[in-house]
């Protein structure tokens, strides 16, 4: 009897979900889309910094070289604890280079800073200590996940809209949306590292001339695909 009854309640929340799904698929509806996009500027710019000891007569160590760029940096405003890191947290030496009885020890930091001039201002004093292997090796912006989500909402205000207009072409009214599909946001993800040059200047300048720009804008775009029905 129980087995019975369990099996007529069965039937009937199945019997009951297709009434619903072909009641749903008889009304009139119209499906539209619609996508929202912005720029804005990267504010978490990493650098790649590689100091490499050098063979001449007047070699300087790695340990120096690290002590001079810290003091540098920390002179300009870097915060070291937040900002530098060693690349490769494996290892502290990248690679070593052999020198008949000699071993010349190259370390790999990654550097964090904010806007373009920071990042001039950081190549010109690394320059001036000669350290030229200096790459850019991505950008992101801080506010992301906020930046979507209003993204989303104006896709989603914009797909009403659409769909208002083209109802109101046809003499009818927009019902309620029935169906939403998130189709995503997009923004570029950063390619490989790329040396920087544009903003190296001469080592033997008098001071540091700040460069006015900033770092290529981010294009970040967000798609819905909304469902109304048609009353």
Do not use: W
């Amino acid at each position: 009897m129980k087995k019975n009854l369990f099996l007529l309640c069965s039937l009937l929340l199945a019997t009951a979900a297709f009434a619903q799904n072909k009641s749903f698929l008889d009304q009139g509806y119209l499906e539209t889309s619609a996508q929202a996009d912005t720029l804005v500027v990267p504010d978490r710019i990493y650098l790649g910094i590689l100091l490499q000891e050098s063979d001449s007569k007047g070699r300087v160590t790695l340990e120096e070289l690290e002590q001079k760029m810290a003091a540098r940096l920390k002179a300009i405003g870097i915060d070291l604890q937040e900002q530098l890191s060693v690349s490769d947290l494996s290892s502290d030496f990248k690679k070593y280079f052999m020198r008949g009885q000699e071993v010349l020890k190259d370390k790999a930091f990654e550097l964090l800073v904010y806007d373009a001039a920071m990042a001039g201002r950081v190549l010109f004093e690394l320059e001036k200590l000669g350290i030229a292997n200096v790459q850019l090796n991505r950008t992101e912006y801080a506010g992301m996940d906020a930046l979507q989500m209003a993204l989303r909402a104006r896709a989603m205000h914009k797909a009403r809209e659409q769909a208002a207009t083209m109802t109101a072409a046809i003499g009818q009214t927009l019902g309620k949306a029935v169906y939403i599909s998130d189709s995503g946001s997009y923004y570029p993800m950063a390619g490989a590292p790329r040396k920087l040059e544009y903003a190296v200047m001469a080592a033997d300048q008098a001071s540091y001339e700040p460069i006015e720009g900033e770092f290529q804008k981010i294009r970040v775009e967000a798609s819905v695909q909304v469902k109304f029905l048609l009353d």
